[in-house]
């Protein structure tokens, strides 16, 4: 099992930035693809941004795309998620979310909520106009 600790968020006003992370603990977190998923009050979860294993792949969300970044720093066990010129429609609760692979899917990123194991507590983002 693999625990997931998130930390950052807050509140923005339109314009602004901020960057969250994501923790892990428990088992190697290089074996991990990672993602984030955010879901505002009365909506879905609705994906964001994904990362392979290795780190060598991303793939974003159209609403996100050129204004989030998503890293990993496989050393400290840790993913980030820097979010650039927010917007108020950004304003929802944020996830982590981790998926275990192995060997040759340690390339591979994923996009529904359905091919992850793990997620984190949740991070509040709240972005003002």
């Known amino acids: 099992q693999v625990q997931l600790v998130q930390s950052g968020g807050g509140l923005v006003q339109a314009g602004g930035s901020l960057r969250l992370s994501c923790a892990a603990s428990g088992r190697t977190f290089s074996f991990y693809a990672m993602g984030w998923f955010r879901q505002a009050p009365g909506k879905e979860r609705e994906f964001v941004v994904a990362?392979?294993?290795?780190?060598?792949?991303?793939y974003y969300g159209e609403c996100v795309k050129g204004r989030f970044t998503i890293s990993r720093e496989n050393s400290k066990n840790t993913t980030y998620l820097q979010m650039n010129n927010l917007e108020p429609d950004d304003t929802s609760v944020y996830y982590c979310?981790?998926?275990?692979?192995?060997?040759?899917?340690?390339?591979?990123?994923?996009?529904?909520?359905?091919?992850?194991?793990?997620w984190g507590q949740g991070t509040q983002v709240t972005v003002s106009s």
């Open positions: 990362i392979s294993a290795s780190g060598g792949r991303t």
């Open positions: 979310e981790a998926k275990y692979t192995r060997g040759t899917d340690s390339g591979n990123v994923y996009y529904t909520r359905a091919s992850y194991d793990y």
